[in-house]
């Protein structure tokens, strides 16, 4: 497994498996069956509401918890809640998460980002990250942190490179983890000419193609499935290398246009929302 060295000096692995819309009993399953093949990343969130399935599939899979990078977002409803980590790491199952993001920039997010940081420093949580935090949302965190966020989870694709954000992000060291990798099943993307010409050139499918120019371009990229042979096949990609020539190519397909495109009145709705957590 490849990996990126965070600006903390912890280590992620490129690719992972996400469980956004999976539901609980899909979720428990595409963990268990994805660590057993070789994933060792896996990133949920309070929003989900499948981090207990999640918890669940870890610990079914048979893989040692020290060797998971497990990674979960606390969503906005849960910024002032003082026991919010402690009650994610219970439905979780763990002591501590790799990784723990605030969701989205609603309601009183700054009391968000302060818990992380407290989590960060009595170990809760070994890295911290910022999530759809884009423009002036990340230049007034930059104003107010006390600990630099070691990941910043934004939509990425070759259509919509963030190529003005990974200016911000590069120079605190910041990874940026992309969600969308695949253009949220747009086929538009998928069929462009280049990937199946890349494809047929590596032996992969276009979209293994469009996963392994998430990597080369230095995104931990983490595709969702509830199709085993898709968790596979993404995996699948750290056996070749796309070259200069091909990423120069993909390059020309940024549009700088994206899919998803958040308001401010769903920031609100965002912040009055709480998750129906599972129960035991």
Not at 31 to 46: P, Q
Not at 126 to 150: D, M
Not at 233 to 245: K, Q, Y
Request: with cysteine; aromatic share 10%; net charge negative.
């Amino acid at each position: 497994m490849e990996i990126v060295r965070l600006n903390n000096n912890l280590e992620c692995p490129v690719v992972g498996i996400g469980t956004y819309m999976l539901s609980p009993t899909d979720a428990e399953n595409s963990v268990r069956e994805a660590l057993k093949m070789g994933y060792r990343l896996i990133d949920t969130a309070n929003a989900y509401v499948n981090e207990r399935a999640v918890g669940r599939g870890i610990k079914a899979s048979g893989v040692e918890r020290g060797e998971v990078f497990l990674s979960t977002k606390l969503w906005p409803s849960e910024y002032e809640n003082p026991d919010a980590v402690d009650q994610t790491l219970e439905r979780l199952g763990v002591d501590y998460v790799d990784l723990l993001f605030i969701h989205q920039p609603a309601g009183n997010w700054l009391a968000g980002y302060r818990q992380l940081e407290k989590a960060y420093r009595e170990g809760k949580a070994r890295s911290i990250g910022i999530s759809n935090f884009e423009g002036k949302y990340i230049a007034e965190l930059e104003t107010k942190w006390e600990i630099v966020p070691q990941f910043m989870q934004v939509e990425a694709h070759p259509y919509y490179t963030q190529k003005d954000l990974r200016v911000t992000l590069d120079q605190y060291g910041i990874k940026l983890m992309s969600w969308y990798p695949l253009g949220h099943g747009d086929n538009s993307l998928i069929n462009e000419p280049i990937f199946a010409e890349l494809g047929k050139k590596y032996g992969k499918t276009p979209a293994q193609v469009i996963l392994r120019w998430h990597t080369q371009m230095g995104f931990v990229v983490i595709p969702g499935s509830r199709n085993v042979h898709h968790i596979q096949d993404n995996l699948d990609i750290l056996d070749f290398s796309l070259t200069d020539e091909d990423m120069a190519r993909i390059a020309k397909l940024d549009k700088n246009v994206r899919y998803y495109h958040r308001t401010d009145a769903q920031l609100n709705q965002f912040a009055a929302w709480r998750p129906g957590f599972e129960k035991e």
